[in-house]
């Protein structure tokens, strides 16, 4: 009912940028939190990013100052700006949200993941 396609990764070396989207698609009544998670090879999945439908955000750590999540929301659209990139950044990057569909179902929602490889 809702599908989240991300796009944007790629190959960059270390203290470059990447830019990644988010765009959800489907029966999408109302989109609560968006928010980008990544999970690196042997590790689990963890938050980087959070945005509420007003514009809240909130980082992890090890990304503050370097990462920005935004959204357009008449997109239904979600970004991260991924700046000064380090070796340990690099990650699958999954988008997640939290959507009402039009027939009021909650469903939290996620993308098939986008590669990022940090690497000189």
């Known amino acids: 009912q809702v599908q989240l396609v991300e796009s944007g990764g790629g190959l960059v070396q270390p203290g470059g940028s990447l830019r990644l989207s988010c765009a959800a698609s489907?029966?999408?009544?109302?989109?609560?939190?968006m928010n980008w998670y990544r999970q690196a090879p042997g590790k689990e999945r963890e938050l980087v990013a959070a945005?509420?439908?007003?514009?809240?955000?909130n980082y992890a750590n090890s990304v503050k100052g370097r990462f920005t999540i935004s959204r357009d929301n008449a997109k239904n659209t979600v970004y991260l700006q991924m700046n000064s990139l380090k070796f340990e950044d690099t990650a699958v990057y999954y988008c997640?949200?939290?959507?009402?569909?039009?027939?009021?179902?909650?469903?939290?929602?996620w993308g098939q993941g986008t590669h990022v490889t940090v690497s000189s």
């Open positions: 997640n949200a939290d959507v009402k569909t039009t027939s009021r179902v909650r469903l939290n929602s």
């Open positions: 489907g029966s999408i009544g109302s989109i609560y939190a």
């Open positions: 945005i509420t439908s007003g514009g809240n955000t």
